[in-house]
């Protein structure tokens, strides 16, 4: 409840503690792996790889993420019908937490081959779109979109990806997306912030750095392009 509220923060606390309780509960364990895969993500495409924070943060994590879904994939799961998909989507999770990127993208297409635009395809979708090259991950992501409208994840990765293609009004819109559906999000403020400074509107990206910094007071990266801005 707490992640579709977008309350992350909340929702790993709830994830931790569940899977604190039950090793075996393969659930949770999925989940709070793909939450800090999440986070892996952001600071791949939001953070200045001289953001020491961030680095120190993304080679905890990938070890952390990596661990769990080690678990995640030898977990129970109920129904007993759901067990073979969500483990081969601990599986796509865990080789992409290895930097195994083209067996984790062959994993993903593979399935999204299986379930076409059914529910549960937007998740292989958002998977293999950080396989591909910004053009071919619009395409995906606009799939796994049309699939599941309100995935705040799948808008800030095509905000990126429309950006790194010269698209700053696109990347301002899906950016502006993902902070309606998870408000005060610091990597999504910086991202808007970069699509709003390219497309020449340097006031509004000074106010979203101003909002990253109160959201994240530790973001070397947001200081940084406030002061570039």
């Known amino acids: 409840a707490w992640d579709l509220l977008g309350r992350r923060r909340l929702a790993i606390d709830a994830w931790e503690r569940a899977a604190g309780l039950e090793v075996g509960f393969g659930a949770a364990h999925l989940a709070l792996g793909r939450a800090l895969l999440d986070r892996i993500v952001e600071i791949e495409l939001a953070a200045y790889p001289e953001d020491i ?65 059914q529910p ?62 998870r408000p005060e999000w610091a990597a999504a403020l910086l991202g808007r912030a970069d699509a709003r400074r390219a497309s020449g509107n340097v006031e509004g990206a000074l106010a979203d750095y101003d909002a990253a910094i109160r959201s994240d007071l530790r973001s070397t990266t947001a200081f940084c392009r406030r002061g570039s801005a």
Request: glycine share 6%.
């Open 53 to 117: 924070h961030g680095k120190r943060d993304h080679q905890r994590l990938r070890s952390d993420a990596e661990a769990i879904l080690d678990l995640a994939q030898r977990g129970d799961f109920s129904p007993e019908t759901a067990a073979a998909g969500r483990r081969e989507w601990a599986t796509a999770l865990r080789l992409f937490c290895l930097e195994k990127v083209e067996e984790a993208g062959k994993a993903c297409a593979l399935a999204v081959e299986r379930l076409g635009d």
């Open 120 to 181: 549960g395809a937007e998740a292989f979708l958002w998977l293999l779109s950080l396989t591909q090259p910004p053009e071919d991950r619009i395409e995906s992501l606009a799939r796994a979109l049309a699939i599941r409208p309100h995935d705040p994840m799948a808008a800030f990765c095509r905000g990126h990806a429309r950006l790194a293609l010269s698209d700053a009004s696109g990347a301002v819109e899906d950016f502006s997306k993902a902070l309606v559906l």
